[in-house]
């Protein structure tokens, strides 16, 4: 069971963004491909600036999850809104893996990274993965950049990313 307060209000706000996605696509769970997308289309975030330093271009990501999403079943309801999402079991897997992932950097909340390494990791090799697979991002080479990027430090509080 994800708790919310675990994570840093960036991973906060990328799972408020999943859910938006979730809405606009008319799907009726949140799962990994609306997950990916909010974290690339985070302002100045983490992601962005990991892929930047692999050489990627979040453009094409974004485009290519879009294209996932839309190949997602529709729902539709009389009322004219959506169910509240809920969170798939694939992207409960990723928050597990995400929450392992912050033990193991002995970091103390669930950071973008995590989620973003956790995605790499995806068992069911779903179309986040594949995407992620495809464009050359790989679990090592974000440990790479991560390293680079971030050093020694910890998350150790809920806004590491200011």
């Known amino acids: 069971m994800l708790d919310i307060n675990k994570l840093t209000e960036k991973t906060q ?3 408020m963004a999943a859910q938006q996605h979730v809405e606009a696509y008319q799907n009726n769970y949140i799962d990994n491909e609306h997950m990916l997308l909010a974290l690339l289309e985070q302002p100045q975030g983490v992601t962005t600036e990991l892929l930047k330093k692999l050489d990627k271009d979040p453009a094409k990501l974004i485009s290519r999850t879009q ?7 529709k729902i539709t309801s009389n009322t004219g809104d959506v169910n509240r999402a809920y969170l798939s079991n694939r992207l409960n897997r990723v928050f597990s893996l995400a929450d392992q992932e912050a033990r193991r950097m002995k970091d103390e ?6 989620v973003l390494i956790a995605l790499t990791d995806d068992q069911d090799r779903g179309p ?3 995407i992620l697979r495809e464009a050359g991002i790989t679990r090592d ?12 430090q ?3 509080d809920k806004n590491p990313e200011a």
Do not use: C, D, W
């Open 67 to 73: 294209q996932e999403l839309n190949k997602l079943p």
């Open 128 to 130: 986040a993965f594949q």
């Open 154 to 156: 910890r998350v150790t």
């Open 109 to 114: 909340f669930i950071s973008v990274e995590h």
């Open 13 to 15: 706000e990328a799972l």
């Open 141 to 152: 080479a974000l440990y790479q950049v991560l390293t680079m990027v971030r050093g020694k």
